[in-house]
């Protein structure tokens, strides 16, 4: 899918539960272009430990700054999630807790594949950015992705020193949990209510 605004384009091409390689035994090709360095690495990490394959490129305002890019980012890959997730969102976990650790840094992402966007999140960065991400757009990246993807999330850092590890650390969290909460389990909607 692609997403076009005054200030960016993004097209992303998502495999949701890797499935065009899992047969193979290798990982799912992942390739990523934002033109921000380490925002793409972030964007790698949460889709390999999702276990996604992710092709995504982004030519978005930079010489303004960051924010459209990264904004926009989020909510072309919640879009996409979601359209890969259909309408019913049937026989997956529903929720998921996770907890992802590197070095001194530990955090926590906690998600219910509810229908219903809403992200809140303790982050506590310090720095104003790392490499060419503003350290704020890391709580909006994932308010933007939450929206559309039709997630709750919740994200936070237990503990660390080092804002590098500290939002490493989120990323890899969120990517377990939304690998555990989109999981096959079977059976019909995960609601009392019968819809999502």
Do not use: Y
């Not at 490499?131 to 850092?157: I, N, R, W, Y």
């Amino acid at each position: 899918m692609s997403r076009e605004t005054g200030e960016t384009r993004v097209d992303v091409r998502l495999d949701l539960d890797g499935r065009a390689t899992r047969e193979s035994g290798e990982a799912a090709p992942i390739a990523i272009d934002t033109g921000i360095g380490f925002f793409d690495h972030m964007l790698h990490a949460l889709a390999f430990h999702a276990g996604w394959g992710l092709q995504m490129d982004c030519d978005g305002d930079l010489e303004v700054d960051d924010h459209h890019t990264v904004e926009d980012v989020g909510l072309a890959l919640g879009q996409a999630v979601a359209r890969a997730l259909g309408d019913g969102r049937e026989g997956i976990a529903r929720f998921a807790s996770c907890h992802a650790p590197l070095d001194e840094a530990l955090a926590r992402a906690v998600v219910d594949v509810s229908g219903r966007p809403f992200f809140a999140g303790e982050l506590d960065l310090r720095r104003e950015r790392v490499g060419a991400l503003s350290c704020e757009m890391v709580p909006h990246f994932f308010h933007s992705f939450a929206q559309t993807a039709g997630l709750t999330l919740h994200v936070d850092v237990i503990r660390g020193a080092n804002d590098h590890h500290r939002i490493e650390a989120c990323f890899k969290a969120v990517a377990l949990a939304l690998k555990a909460a989109l999981a096959e389990v079977g059976g019909g909607v995960p609601s009392t209510k019968g819809v999502l």
